[in-house]
């Protein structure tokens, strides 16, 4: 394995290791300590819960009112409105992750759920000169990345975006 991978002991007397993913892969600014695998199994868990699929997501802690939060963008067609999401994928990291469950008692104030069309995700990957079958979106974005996001994905839904 490399500096930066995680890793899972599979069988500590024999020394077996699983690589479960990269640090860039997590989301750790206040306590939380989600992995990717986490926020994937929340979300696997949430198109079960809602009847619906969410092929593309990605997410920043950002700070609304002076307080960190969570924001998610999924990608789904689904009905569902955005607090009702929101309410329900927090309760998910809750339940899987001790750490999550402290930081929303304490610095990590809110969840907030944005929804847009999953083509989003693909035209952001090609506005980012990145297409292609082996392209995957960044699902962990830091704050300026995640604000050119923001600024691409309300132009997009607003139809002002170049296809």
Do not use: C
């Amino acid at each position: 394995y490399m500096i930066g991978d995680t890793i899972a002991f599979t069988d500590v007397d024999r020394a077996e290791i699983k690589i479960t993913g990269r640090t860039k892969f997590f989301l750790n600014v206040v306590g939380s300590q989600l992995s990717i695998q986490k926020m994937s199994t929340a979300l696997r868990e949430l198109e079960q819960k809602f009847n619906t699929t969410i092929p593309e997501f990605t997410l920043a802690a950002v700070q609304i009112d002076g307080n960190f939060n969570h924001h998610w963008y999924l990608g789904t067609t689904t009905t569902e409105s955005n607090t009702v999401l929101a309410e329900a994928l927090d309760e998910l990291l809750k339940g899987a992750n001790k750490n999550y469950k402290v930081a929303r008692s304490k610095a990590l104030k809110g969840v907030k759920v944005t929804k847009v069309n999953p083509k989003v995700f693909s035209e952001w990957s090609g506005q980012q000169k990145k297409k292609g079958g082996q392209v995957k979106m960044q699902q962990v974005m830091k704050a300026e990345k995640f604000k050119d996001w923001e600024a691409f994905v309300k132009d997009t839904t607003a139809g002002t975006s170049k296809k």
